[in-house]
């Protein structure tokens, strides 16, 4: 395999996590961060670790598989995209906290805009085995969705290599299944998301729902 021209699409693996507690999500409209070179649709997602491991062991088959097809062992990167208790205190313990990413692009030569993340309301599983949800219609909605939502996240293992990191594996963010929906209707918190406390709910106006009127469109093929 050649590492001069490294394309990480090339090599990612779908990955559909196990039901879990959304955090910081941000499905609408992409947030940046101070020293960030772009914007980024993005999700953390809290799963017990039992549950947890398969994700783990999926990144570090991705990146065993490219390491075996390379002429010698890379330099691996120190960054990867989930963090325990044992690595920062503001994760609970007993779970694993990943970090789902998608980079946003504006409209330009090279391509259209990014839309936001696809985002489907969970109604049931069909008698094919398929999801039945409803698309949010993100123009026509005041909430976001909010700390402590139950979801499940659709995206893709994606590996990089670099001189600066070395090898290593994003994890990109791609739709959204939600099944139970915490919405968060206050302010933008944007701006200050590193001085929230991991206990979020005490922060937002919160309220528990399932799917309500203001979805729409069909989403039975998503998962």
């Known amino acids: 395999m050649s590492t001069t021209k490294f394309n990480g699409k090339q090599h990612q693996v779908k990955v559909v996590t196990p039901t879990g507690v959304a955090m910081w999500a941000s499905l609408k409209t992409p947030k940046k961060f101070k020293g960030d070179d772009k914007s980024n649709f993005m999700c953390d997602l809290q799963i017990p670790e ?4 398969s994700i783990i062991n999926q990144c570090e088959g991705v990146i065993e598989a490219l390491i075996a097809d390379m002429p010698k062992k890379p330099r691996l990167s120190i960054y990867k995209p989930w963090r325990t208790h044992e690595d920062d205190a503001k994760v609970p313990e007993g779970v694993v906290q990943f970090k789902f990413k998608q980079p946003y692009f504006p409209e330009s030569e090279r391509g259209p805009e990014t839309k936001p993340i696809k985002t489907v309301m969970y109604q049931g599983t069909g008698k094919n085995g398929k ?3 409803s698309v ?4 026509a909605t005041n909430w976001m969705v909010g700390n402590g ?11 990089y290599f670099n001189n600066a990191l070395g090898l290593g594996v994003s994890l990109r963010l791609e739709v959204m299944l939600v099944h139970e929906l915490k919405k968060f209707e206050g302010e ?3 701006d200050f998301a590193d001085l929230m406390p991991s206990n979020a709910e005490a922060q937002e106006k919160s309220t528990s729902t399932k799917a309500d009127a203001s979805v729409s469109d069909s989403a039975a093929d998503l998962f």
């Open 50 to 53: 039992g549950e947890a491991k």
């Open 131 to 133: 999801v039945e949800g």
């Open 136 to 139: 949010i219609d993100w123009d």
């Open 149 to 159: 939502s139950t979801v499940q996240i659709g995206g893709y293992i994606r590996p």
């Open 188 to 190: 933008s918190s944007d």
